[in-house]
Each structure stands twice: as structure tokens, then as C-alpha cells.
């Protein structure tokens, strides 16, 4: 293995003689510029500041390895970063490139045409620039396409989102119907009832009521608010008002059903936790008879605008001594309305006592208001501003003496 060497003083110097040697050794042009082009930025800054530049060159036939010495002595090194051909080795004042390359050819010993040998070696990188456009350009197209293909995609699915969200809604909507207990008619009264679950993933929660005729010819009105969210609150809910309403058609006093249905339901599940409030109103006379297990009081509004809520003492099943005292009375006159409700609707801003407050306006401005309207309207009008989302339970009854 021969090494040669020579000195440059100038670029162009350098570049001639790196376009030689790369020619000698028949070197692709596109190796050749970008060698070429490496070796005059790396020795730039030194040939500028007027140092010589030795370029050093061996070949190894028995690997089939051109080696390329740059040195630039006196310098603090020449700058390999971003060099168009990344150096194999590079130290202070010393970059060194490894090439596979051919034997020296004696046709490669004759003067190179410089001007022909730089034509090459630009119609080589206009070539490679063209291929890379080329190349760009059908990858942007098999991006749209993609991107189409995708939107596509997307469209199909969203749609498909719909017809599962409709039917979704649509199963919501069934259970929520098959929980609610079919509408009772009793001459005299009105009722209307309004259901909001805290979140739309549920399409009921803890807050369950019902409402039937006694064979006495009352009706008993059942409001539950089960502990928690979704479901499991539902079940627990249903299973008190079941018990209820058995317990009641068996003809047991109002004032022992809490008692007694925390006794039926504690060996099946003893963590449910609810707050009841049972009504029995008479259409006829419009006698009131209210019993509550640590349920919100129930609001009555004379036909006047007089308000005031009705405080029947009494502890929730699942609560220490759980039960209801002596029945509140009341006696209902034509054009009274009596809201019963779970604290969802008066709670929502944190505050009972504000809410209890405001359930009062809420109430005087619907009193007029047609009976089927009057919960939503007042949930509504207590829901404009939601801090606490908690299942929203209102039911009315007015009683209108026909």
C-alpha cells in the first residue's frame, strides 16, 4: 500500500486535487462531490487564515479501501459537524475518511477536465435533487390519499357513533320507562313527575318514586334517594320502594313501613343507605298524612303563594334507628300544591338552606302553571347554575277538588 501526499495552499488547490484522486480511484460522482465538497469546508477556515493543507491518500487493495488524510497544522481542528460526507475519524487538526474504491486506473493519470468532472458531479446531485422531489411528490400524493382514505374512515365511523349513541339513548330510554311505575288517575288529584340523572352515561341513579291507589281509595306516594350513583344506587332503590309498596298494600301504618322495611331488606343487603318520604293524600278531603326517614321536607303552597315546608321527623334505612315518627297532617284545600322531591333539586349549589330558599321562588313563579309542567319548569329554573350534580327527583301533586 503506497501513501501519497501534497500540500494545497488554496481551495481550489484542494479541490482539484481531491477530484483527481477520487477520479483516480473511480469513485461514483456523487461520492466524488460530496468528498470534495467536504474537504474544502473542513479546511476552510485554515487555508482563509493562510496555513497549507496536507492532503494524505493510500490505498489497500486487499480490503479495496481508499483512505483520505486531511490534516491543517497550527489549527484547533477543522469543523466536521454538518460536513456533507461525515468523516470516519476526526481529531484536532486531523479528519481522515475510509472509501471502498477501485484500483488506481492508468486511464485516470491523464489531466482531468475540471470543468467536466464538476458538470458530472452537478448533474449527478440534480439527478439525486430530482429523485428526492420525485420522491416527495409521491409520498405527498400517497398522504392525501391516506388522508382521504382516513376522512373516509373517520365520516363511517362518526355515523356509526351516532346509530350506537341513538341506540344507546334509545335502551336508556327503556329502562328508564320500565322503572318508572305506570301513571295512576285519582279523581281530585293531579301528579307530575321530573328525572334528571347527575350524569347522561346513566339513565337513572338512587332517586326512585312511586305512587299507586290503596284499596281505600288514597294514594300513597313513595320518594327514595339511595346512597351513590348509577346502578347499584337504582337496585337499592328499587328494592325499598318493592318493599314499600308490599308493606302498604298489606295495610301496615305509615308510620311503621320505614321501620319495618329496613328490617326486610337488612339480611339481603345491609349497605344500602336511602332517605324516604311517604305521602298518603285522601282526593276526597284532601287529608295529608306524611311520614320521612331523613328525607328533605316536603313543600307546600297554598293556592295564596303562602309556602311552607312540611318537617316530619324520622330517621333513613341503613341509618341508626331507623324509622318514622307520628305521621305529619295536613289538610289539602283546591289549588294547593304540594312538591315532593329529592336533594338534588335544592342542593346543587352546595348550599340547603340557599337552595331550600330559592325552591320557594321557583315554586310561586310555576303556581300557576299547568300541573304536567310544573316540575321540569322548577328544576329548571334551580339547575342554572350546577355546583354538587346530584339525581334530580321532582314530583307534584295539586289537588283540584273536582
Not at 448533474?123 to 405527498?140: G, I, P, Q
Request: charged share 25%; proline share 7%; aromatic share 4%.
Amino acid at each position: 500500500m503506497t501513501t501519497r501526499n501534497l500540500t494545497c495552499a488554496t481551495t481550489a488547490a484542494l479541490s482539484r486535487a481531491v477530484r483527481a484522486l477520487a477520479r483516480e480511484h473511480a469513485l461514483d460522482p456523487a461520492v466524488r462531490a460530496r468528498l470534495v465538497l467536504s474537504a474544502a469546508e473542513a479546511a476552510g477556515a485554515a487555508l482563509r487564515a493562510g496555513r497549507e493543507t496536507g492532503l494524505e491518500w493510500a490505498y489497500d487493495p486487499a480490503e479495496g479501501l481508499l483512505t483520505v488524510v486531511l490534516r491543517t497544522p497550527g489549527d484547533t481542528g477543522p469543523v466536521t459537524a454538518d460536513l456533507p460526507m461525515a468523516p470516519d475519524e476526526a481529531a484536532e487538526g486531523e479528519v481522515v475518511w475510509r472509501l471502498p474504491a477501485a484500483p488506481p486506473s492508468d486511464a485516470a493519470q491523464e489531466a482531468p477536465d475540471e470543468d467536466a468532472l464538476a458538470a458530472e458531479e452537478l448533474r449527478v446531485v440534480v439527478a439525486a435533487a430530482d429523485a428526492l422531489t420525485s420522491e416527495h411528490r409521491r409520498l405527498k400524493d400517497e398522504l392525501a390519499e391516506t388522508n382521504s382514505g382516513v376522512l373516509a374512515l373517520y365520516v363511517q365511523l362518526d355515523e356509526r357513533d351516532k346509530q350506537l349513541r341513538t341506540a344507546h339513548g334509545q335502551t336508556l330510554r327503556e329502562l328508564e320507562d320500565a322503572l318508572r311505575p305506570a301513571p295512576i288517575k285519582a279523581d281530585g288529584l293531579e301528579l307530575a313527575v321530573h328525572y334528571e340523572p347527575a350524569g347522561t352515561d346513566a339513565p337513572t341513579g338512587g332517586d326512585l318514586y312511586d305512587w299507586f291507589v290503596l284499596p281505600d281509595g288514597t294514594v300513597h306516594i313513595t320518594i327514595v334517594d339511595a346512597l351513590g350513583h348509577g346502578v347499584t344506587s337504582t337496585r337499592s332503590a328499587l328494592n325499598v320502594t318493592h318493599a314499600v309498596r308490599t308493606l302498604a298494600l298489606e295495610g301496615h301504618r305509615l308510620e311503621s313501613i320505614v321501620a319495618r322495611t329496613d328490617e326486610i331488606l337488612r339480611p339481603f343487603d345491609r349497605s344500602v343507605m336511602a332517605t324516604v318520604q311517604l305521602a298518603r293524600i285522601d282526593p276526597a278531603t284532601g287529608e295529608l298524612w306524611l311520614a320521612n326517614g331523613s328525607h328533605p321536607p316536603a313543600l307546600l303552597l297554598r293556592r295564596d303563594g303562602a309556602a311552607r315546608y312540611l318537617e316530619a321527623r324520622g330517621r333513613g334505612i341503613g341509618f341508626p334507628l331507623p324509622g318514622s315518627e307520628t305521621p305529619l297532617t295536613e289538610r289539602l284545600a283546591p289549588g294547593d300544591l304540594l312538591l315532593l322531591y329529592t336533594d338534588g333539586l335544592t342542593e346543587s349549589r352546595r348550599d340547603p338552606i340557599e337552595g331550600e330558599e330559592r325552591l320557594i321562588e321557583a315554586a310561586h313563579k310555576h303556581l300557576q302553571s299547568p300541573t304536567e309542567e310544573v316540575p321540569g319548569a322548577i328544576a329548571e329554573d334551580m339547575h342554572t347554575v350546577i355546583l354538587h350534580p346530584d339525581d334530580t327527583l321532582a314530583l307534584a301533586v295539586r289537588l283540584t277538588g273536582q
